[in-house]
């Protein structure tokens, strides 16, 4: 099998989660993957690179990277807006995307997932399922069965029931929750922890309205 050379676009934080699990485990070996180094938008690409220590090199900017036959790009950031903009640059330059999934995922046979999606591990995808593009998927995070979401969204860690419907460009936070078949439109901020029992249009932000007080009891 062919080995695929993937560029990470980004040198933050996801980026260097999956290049611990390539590098740090038989993962990347195994699935014939191999970092080729990393592309960034900024300066700030080259602080990260060497706050992280990555073997691999920095290759430079996009906007200067000269794109080979043999690169697959990965885009290690959950900020849609920017990642839009991201993949328009690297189509436009000729550059190709590939599904990044780790080996202790799940996937049913019968669900489908587009491309330049980031699967991170331990996360379960269920029968029927309809993924599209260039969604980030962090550790632990299930998509139940029938359940459909579109492009550019980030589950950080979150959970889907079934027959669920999730558009463009949202963001779902850590442990937030969907009972069965809600619809969830675009550009929505669902913060940590909530629990939808309700449709959400777009462009909204769902949080606790009063900040809960822990109380600590002595024994």
């Known amino acids: 099998m ?7 676009f980004g040198t933050g934080a996801v980026s260097a989660e ?13 699935s014939n993957i191999e970092i080729k180094g ?10 990260n690179w060497r706050m992280y220590g990555y073997s691999k090199p920095f290759l430079g900017l996009l906007s200067e990277y000269e794109i080979q036959e043999e ?3 990965i885009l290690a950031l959950g900020n849609a807006k920017v990642k839009r903009g991201i993949v328009d640059i690297i189509s436009s330059k000729g ?3 590939l599904n990044l999934i780790h080996p202790t995922s ?12 980031i699967v ?48 463009d460009d949202n963001y779902m936070g850590i ?19 909530m629990i939808l029992d309700k449709n959400v249009g777009d462009d909204s932000t769902v949080f606790y309205r009063y900040k809960e007080k822990l109380l600590a009891i002595p024994q």
């Not at 062919?2 to 990470?8: L, N, V, W």
């Not at 799940?106 to 999606?117: D, M, P, Q, R």
């Open 120 to 167: 991170s591990p331990f996360v379960m995808i269920g029968p029927n399922v309809k993924i599209g593009n260039f969604n980030l998927l962090t550790s632990q995070s299930i998509v139940s069965h029938d359940s459909v979401v579109g492009d550019y969204n980030f589950f950080a860690t979150a959970l889907l029931c079934g027959h669920t419907t999730v558009g």
């Open 95 to 97: 550059g190709k995307f």
């Open 2 to 8: 062919e080995t695929k050379k993937i560029i990470f």
């Open 71 to 73: 690169d697959y790009f």
């Open 106 to 117: 799940t996937i049913a046979k019968t669900a489908t997932l587009g491309i330049g999606n």
């Open 175 to 193: 442990r937030a929750t969907t009972v069965p078949e809600i619809s969830i439109g675009d550009r929505n901020k669902i913060q940590a922890g």
């Open 38 to 47: 990393y592309v960034a938008s900024d300066q700030d690409g080259i602080k």
């Open 18 to 30: 999956f290049t611990s699990y390539l590098e740090d485990s038989k993962w990347g070996e195994d």
